[in-house]
């Protein structure tokens, strides 16, 4: 069975480009996660879906983040205009939902703004 | 503010030895409790994962133990090996779906 899968693996942008990542979860899974990982800061949720829906998104990231999930096999995370601040990896997460269920992680992209 | 937070950023253990890893949490209503493993370069895993109903769960030479009053949960790794070197993420949730995790701890276990 294919884990998560993220693409690109690295992306490199200028300021103020617009760029979409992109994630596939497992096949059959009912919620998404995206996250940004920093040293900094740690695991920081960006957005989370259930059912395609989504159900939360991270406050703080609201004004150029944005999250969507057209079908259950795929969801983007744009980030428009990008930001020097912006250069983390990017994980996105996938779980079969209900509490508790154990989070499978994609590769991640590592995004670099120049 | 944070929910789940790993006071240590960092832990060094000799061979053989326990790794202890700490994690405190805030909100009284999370019933699930987890430990996820990073290497360098690569994404989490669950490790292992308790809920609220248990205190200690066991698997290996991993054990939680789980003090629900005192809000706090910890990852016992006895005769730890160099293999075990990563970063440590715990993680914590409650009536949804969603979990929060820590910052982590780096675990070096040094031959």
């Known amino acids: 069975d294919a884990g998560v899968t993220q693409t690109p693996r690295h992306e490199v942008a200028e300021k103020g480009q617009t760029i979409i990542l992109k994630c596939e979860p497992v096949?059959?899974?009912?919620?998404l996660f995206w996250y940004r990982q920093t040293k900094i800061q740690g695991l920081e949720l960006l957005s989370y879906?259930?059912?395609?829906?989504?159900?939360?998104d991270g406050g703080a990231f609201k004004d150029r983040f944005k999250a969507e999930m057209l079908n259950s096999s795929f969801s983007t995370l744009k980030i428009q205009p990008t930001e020097p601040k912006d250069s983390a990896v990017y994980l996105c997460?996938?779980?079969?939902?209900?509490?508790?269920?154990?989070?499978?992680f994609g590769p991640g992209t590592r995004l670099t703004v120049l | 503010g944070q929910q789940v937070k790993q006071s240590s950023p960092s832990l060094t253990v000799q061979e053989g030895g326990i790794s202890i890893l700490n994690c405190d949490y805030e909100?009284?209503?999370?019933?699930?409790f987890a430990w996820y493993k990073k290497y360098p370069d690569n994404s989490p895993t669950l490790l292992i994962s308790?809920?609220?109903?248990?205190d200690k769960r066991e698997d290996g030479r991993l054990t939680v133990f789980l003090n629900k009053s005192g809000k706090h949960f910890s990852l016992h790794i006895t005769a730890s090996q160099p293999e075990d070197t990563a970063v440590y993420l715990c993680?914590?949730?409650?009536?949804?779906?969603?979990?929060?995790f820590g910052d982590g701890t780096q675990l070096v276990v040094k031959p």
């Open positions: 997460a996938s779980s079969f939902g209900g509490k508790g269920a154990e989070q499978f």
């Open positions: 096949s059959g899974h009912n919620d």
């Open positions: 879906f259930r059912s395609k829906s989504l159900m939360e």
């Open positions: 909100n009284d209503m999370f019933d699930y």
């Open positions: 308790v809920r609220s109903n248990v």
């Open positions: 993680a914590a949730g409650g009536s949804n779906n969603r979990i929060f």
